[in-house]
């Protein structure tokens, strides 16, 4: 659990310092062109970089056949065992989840 932790903060690091730098370019090239409304582009630019890197660095998460199980499998380190076999406790409410479709 650790090193996924670590895993994790590393990637936010490195994320954050690619949009922090991408940024820092575009607020100097601002000082030669006399127009910081070029900075406001950058934002989007900077989602897309980061979606770029992480795209082709990460190694990805185990495949799951939907988002609810996604979410299971974070959270099935904390969940009793009994959670899963005594269904009689569940709530679920239609219309409230992309499972519904």
Known sequence: MQE??????????????????LMLVLWLI????RNASIVDPGWAASLALIAVIYALKGEG???TASALQ???KLNAFSVAPA??????????TLGDSDQDR
């Open 83 to 92: 959670f899963y076999t005594e269904t009689s406790n569940w709530h679920i």
């Open 70 to 72: 996604f979410v299971i």
């Open 30 to 33: 601002h000082f030669a062109i």
């Open 61 to 63: 998460y185990a495949q």
């Open 4 to 21: 996924v932790l670590s895993q994790v903060l590393t990637w936010m690091l490195l994320g954050t310092a690619a949009a922090a730098g």
